[in-house]
């Protein structure tokens, strides 16, 4: 199946633009998958809880959902991207995956730094969906330093793990080697690029979207500017494999009897 990324840097606050650069972006292309980044439409450098919840959506009623149903639609593509979530009373920091009429909604575990004052805090487990094709594990930023989430995941059967980022340290994009050769799962890391420059406050993005395999290679990756839509034709059965040898097999070598807490 084809797999790939959208990496921009959204303008704070405008998400007519920010959906329009990233039609533009995928123009005439397509793939089976399409992973967009965290808070694509919005941006990232909310002041407060109270601004957040101006640009969230819910839902059931959400201009986002509805223009990336139909492009699912019109691609024949499974779609995930981050947006600000609106249940009720709640902000959440969240994810969709789009495909066909189904919508799948995972709720970020991991809030980074200052979205502690800005999100709720999710109540979403892990979350899998499954295409037909392959199953898909939903994972925003943050949680990739918590290596539990995508262990998760990866028991849960997750073949390819889509991954909406907003990145700020430099850790993350070299660290994804290691968590895709230790679930030998493939992992997509879409980026933002850019910087979010709000009065006072300014928080700078590391772009460098990559997609990793099962086996540790970055197989494709963004420079740290691009804005661009790149994709790659993988073997998602690769990623069911989970023996490394005819005496080893990830998964079922685990000793559990010996470091269950
Ligand atoms: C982050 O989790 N957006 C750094």
Redesign the pocket.
């Known amino acids: 199946m084809e797999i790939g990324f959208v990496q921009f840097s959204p303008r704070f606050g405008e998400k007519e633009k920010n959906i329009k650069k990233v039609m533009e972006l995928i123009g005439e292309d397509r793939a089976d998958l399409i992973v967009l980044p965290?808070l694509f439409t919005t941006g990232?450098l909310f002041l407060d809880k109270v601004e957040t919840g101006k640009y969230a959506e819910s839902v059931s009623n959400s201009h986002t959902i509805d223009v990336f149903r139909n492009l699912s639609k019109e691609k024949n593509a499974v779609i995930v991207g981050g947006f600000a979530e609106k249940d009720g009373e709640k902000i959440y920091n969240s994810q969709f995956v789009i495909y066909e009429e189904k919508v799948a909604i995972y709720r970020k575990a991991h809030l980074?730094?200052k979205?502690k004052f800005l999100f709720d805090k999710s109540n979403s487990k892990y979350v899998i969906f499954d295409t037909g094709g392959a199953k898909l594990g939903l994972m925003?930023?943050?949680d990739w330093m918590f290596p539990e989430m995508m262990r998760t995941l990866a028991l849960h059967g997750a073949d390819i793990i889509c991954h909406s980022?907003?990145?700020?340290?430099p850790y993350c994009q070299k660290a994804m080697i290691t968590r895709a050769l230790e679930n030998r799962v493939y992992i997509i890391t879409a980026n933002r690029t850019g910087m979010d420059k709000r009065g006072e406050y300014e928080v700078r993005f590391t772009g460098k979207s990559q997609i990793v395999s099962p086996d540790g290679n970055i197989i494709l990756s963004a420079d740290e500017t691009d804005e661009i839509f790149k994709k790659i034709d993988i073997d998602e059965a690769l990623a069911r494999d989970k023996r490394i040898n005819e005496m080893n097999d990830l998964f079922s070598d685990r000793r559990t009897d010996l470091y269950k807490l």
């Open positions: 965290e990232y980074f730094y979205e925003i930023c943050f980022a907003n990145l700020v340290m």
